[in-house]
């Protein structure tokens, strides 16, 4: 996934998590890579209060890379476990829709899908600061049945409303239980946006 959207203003993102958006001026859009979006944050001691925060997509490389790194998929990599494991770094990505191109080089599509019953959901993500880069990134998995369909080996972890606090508050050990794909039967090809 190199391409999602948000479509809601920062208020109604806000009211739909239950966060607090203080003065986020998202007022919907597409995001890419390098560019900013809000995403729900925890307090950082367990409890219920949570914010809406702009941050960059993209957390900073490994030493060995030279591209900001948009998603997570090797849960146990060093890179990450030590992230994972703490709940104040965890956090949810609001999105309406995600991208998914599929066919072979020269003849690519992009397919935009969306939720049947959820307009507005989130993805598992975490978060970083850099020194002057407040970043996220998007947890990845295998593909359901759906996703698999168009061509795609891997899709975002989209968590159900009622793992929300589960994501953001749990010891790893529970959390790592919601990183699997959603049912396909949730999915829906929604049209291309403007």
């Not at 829709?97 to 066919?103: K, V």
């Amino acid at each position: 996934m190199h391409l999602y959207r948000l479509d809601a203003p920062a208020s109604r993102i806000a009211a739909a998590f239950g966060a607090d958006a203080d003065d986020d001026p998202w007022a919907g859009d597409y995001v890419a890579p390098g560019r900013p979006a809000p995403v729900v944050v925890g307090d950082g001691r367990g409890g219920t209060r949570w914010r809406l925060r702009p941050r960059l997509w993209g957390v900073p490389p490994p030493a060995s890379g030279t591209r900001p790194v948009t998603s997570v998929r090797n849960l146990s990599s060093p890179f990450w476990i030590g992230t994972l494991r703490h709940p104040e770094l965890r956090c949810l990505v609001p999105a309406t829709s995600f991208a998914l191109w599929s066919g072979p080089a020269g003849a690519r599509r992009q397919h935009w899908i969306s939720l049947r019953a959820r307009p507005l959901f989130a993805f598992a993500g975490i978060v970083r600061d850099a020194a002057d880069w407040p970043c996220f990134a998007v947890l990845a998995t295998d593909p359901n049945s759906f996703v698999e369909r168009l061509g795609g080996q891997a899709m975002p972890v989209i968590l159900n409303p009622e793992d929300h606090a589960r994501w953001l508050t749990a010891d790893w050990r529970d959390a790592a239980g919601l990183v699997a794909a959603c049912p396909g039967h949730w999915m829906e090809m929604g049209p291309t946006p403007p």
